[in-house]
């Protein structure tokens, strides 16, 4: 059997709809999925197999103009994982266009993009007519030279099979990455930490601290079959950890009691989880948080 196998980049602007795609590919839940924009800070990766073909899924940040160092960390992330990877999918979202970001990604592109298989999926296509459509592939049909483009939409599953059927062509031969029966590579701390985090966004909405990480400090397997499992929420002020824990501890704890149920499907087996929520005024500025996110900290002015 000729096997094939290769590293799938999804790159867009944030809310394209990239962790919906990914979820999509994958057939399993290893990216977080919000109506808050930014969500995505590590670089998850997901595997599917289609046919003889392994397709392993770079989820990156959404690439935005960087600020301040943690944004520089995320966009540098992204723009890794796309030079690294075999294919890259550019996601774009049919109802705005070419935006700003648009533009600066298809700048991006056209520097690492020399002699790479890059395809456009346009997104959320349920969200416009058809000749928008149209005439919004052309356009950006003129500004890069892709290899093919998609019309998707993520959320509804239109147009998905046919892009990962074409992955599966267009990734090069050679033997599988992964085991086949292991959907994610990304360590169970990591999945567990953003679960807590999705969450604490869907617990605080507009109120949740922009600076705020979830890591998880301690795993345990117990002999009983079940896991305890300790997390630490990071924010950098005082103020941040009275809205985490709310009331009497009501917020922290109607969020752990969410995250351990959706602990307990996915691994299919009890959990104790154990959320501590610790102020540390200068995290976003040390570089072990960004090892845990699997970031790569940088110097410079914040
Ligand atoms: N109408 C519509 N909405 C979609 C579609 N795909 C994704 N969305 C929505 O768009 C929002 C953003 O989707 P995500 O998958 O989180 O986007 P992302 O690119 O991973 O975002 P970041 O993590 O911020 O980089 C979510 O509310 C999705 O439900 C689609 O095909 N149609």
Redesign the pocket.
Known sequence: MKTRAGFIA?I????????????RMVGAKV??????????RARIRGVAMEGDSQLVFV????LFQPRRRLDRAMVAAAWGGAADADVVVL?I?AHRGITEGVERILEGLAEIGEGRTVALAI?????VQSEVLLSLTQDLNTRYNFAETFM?????G?GVDDLRTWLAEKVPEGPWLYPEDQIADLPMRMIAAEMTREKLTLRLHQELPYQLTVETENWEDRKDGSAKIDQIVYVVRDGHKGILLGKKGETIKAVGQAARAELEEFLGRKVHLFLQVKVRPNWLDEAERYSEMGLEFKDGNV
Do not use: F, W, Y
Not at 123 to 127: A, S, V, W
């Open positions: 999804l867009g602007e944030p809310n394209a709809g990239k962790s919906t795609l990914l979820n990216s977080i999925v919000t109506h808050k924009v930014q969500t995505t989820d990156t940040p959404g996601m979202e997104n959320k296509i349920d969200r998707i939409s993520a959320e509804r239109h």
